[in-house]
């Protein structure tokens, strides 16, 4: 009797690997496939986020030339500045009236800054206008809760006097200080990367 016992543990003990074997092979053979993600659908239609987002790339072209210590070429960024935020149609927002007329005053500031820049040489007294709208922008980023990038609030602790701090908007996470720039009389270059990172929008997810 204990031969065929014997035998028919054997038999199972085959089966048994060979159904292993098996299923191991069609899972290589046909792979699970990742789930597709969902696509994320903009809250602001794409007239809008287009427009919104010409004006934040005239923004960082300013900044640059902040960076650079260029004021002919901030005058010239700030006029382009000026011309693209005019442009953006804040009545496809949607959003109630208070919200779009809360961004349509932000908006005028941003204008009325640039314009206050193009009008003078002084680079010192652009960066004051500079930092007014720049916070004016930052503040309408969250109005319109733009959400194609994430913004950066970053700040700088001596803007002003060695003492005087300010803020700027950047699409990175990297300090490039355009309060003290490359070419500042002090300290040249030295602190192109001081500041800090204190907020940062995202509204992608949301």
């Given amino acids: ?24 092979r069609n899972a290589n053979e046909n792979p699970e496939q990742p789930k597709q993600q969902a696509l994320l659908v903009s809250k602001n239609d794409e ?3 287009k427009a919104f987002a010409a004006s934040l790339e005239k923004y960082y072209v300013l900044k640059d030339a902040f960076v650079e210590w260029d004021s ?50 002084e680079i010192t007294e652009q960066r004051h ?21 994430v913004i950066y609030h970053v700040n700088c602790p001596m803007a002003f006097n060695d003492e005087q701090e ?10 490039v200080n355009p309060y003290l720039g490359k070419k500042h009389p002090k300290y040249k270059s030295g602190m192109i990367n001081c ?6 929008i995202d509204f992608r997810h949301k």
């Fill in 129 to 149: 206008s500079f930092y007014t709208l720049s916070e004016d922008f930052y503040n309408l980023v969250r109005t319109v809760r733009y959400d194609q990038a």
């Fill in 195 to 200: 500041g800090e990172v204190k907020d940062s």
């Fill in 47 to 49: 007239t809008f986020n």
């Fill in 166 to 175: 300010a803020f700027w908007i950047s699409n990175t996470k990297d300090v």
């Fill in 72 to 121: 002919t070429k901030a005058g010239k960024a700030a006029g382009d500045l000026a011309a693209s935020v005019s442009q953006i149609p804040f009545g496809s927002l949607k959003s109630d009236t208070t919200i779009i007329s809360t961004a349509k005053n932000f908006a005028d500031g941003i204008v009325s800054e640039s314009k206050a820049i193009q009008g003078t040489p």
């Fill in 1 to 24: 009797m204990k031969k065929p016992v014997v035998l028919i543990l054997i038999l199972v003990v085959i089966a048994v690997g060979a159904y292993f074997v098996l299923s191991k």
